[in-house]
Nanobody
Framework: QVQLVESGGGLVQTGGSLRLSCAAS????????MAWFRQAPGQEREFVAA????????YYADSVKGRFTISRSNAKNTANLQMNSLEPEDTALYYC????????????????WGRGTQVTVSS
C-alpha cells in the first residue's frame, strides 16, 4: 500500500503563490505516475496536473497551464505543485494521487489518494 499526505495549503490573496507538497510512505512511488486533483464545494473533482513515473513528462489542465508546475523527487518519495498567479477560482481542496497504471484525467485512473489540503484564494 501507498500512503500520501499533502501539506502546504493556506490562505493567499489573488496573484499570490503557494507550493503544495505530497509525502509518500509505505511503498516507493518511483514506478507510479502521480497527479493532483482539486474539488471546490458543490463541484465535481477536477484534474489539475500529472507527472510521469520518471518525471520526464508533465500534463496540465487548461485552467492552470502556465501558472502551475508539477514536479517530483523519486529519491525523496515526494511530489510538489507550485502554484503561481492564484485566482479565487483556484480555491479548492487539493488531493495528491498516484497510480501504478498510466496517468489519466479521471478519478478512477488513480489507486491511491491523500486526504487533501485546503487552498483558499481571497479576492
Amino acid at each position: 500500500q501507498v500512503q500520501l499526505v499533502e501539506s502546504g495549503g493556506g490562505l493567499v490573496q489573488t496573484g499570490g503563490s503557494l507550493r503544495l507538497s505530497c509525502a509518500a510512505s509505505g511503498r516507493t512511488v518511483r514506478n507510479y505516475d502521480m497527479a493532483w486533483f482539486r474539488q471546490a464545494p458543490g463541484q465535481e473533482r477536477e484534474f489539475v496536473a500529472a507527472v510521469s513515473w520518471n518525471g520526464g513528462s508533465t500534463y496540465y489542465a487548461d485552467s492552470v497551464k502556465g501558472r502551475f508546475t508539477i514536479s517530483r523527487s523519486n529519491a525523496k518519495n515526494t511530489a510538489n505543485l507550485q502554484m503561481n498567479s492564484l485566482e479565487p477560482e483556484d480555491t479548492a481542496l487539493y488531493y495528491c494521487v498516484a497510480t501504478e497504471r498510466q496517468w489519466g484525467t479521471r478519478t478512477e485512473d488513480y489507486d491511491y489518494w491523500g486526504r487533501g489540503t485546503q487552498v483558499t484564494v481571497s479576492s
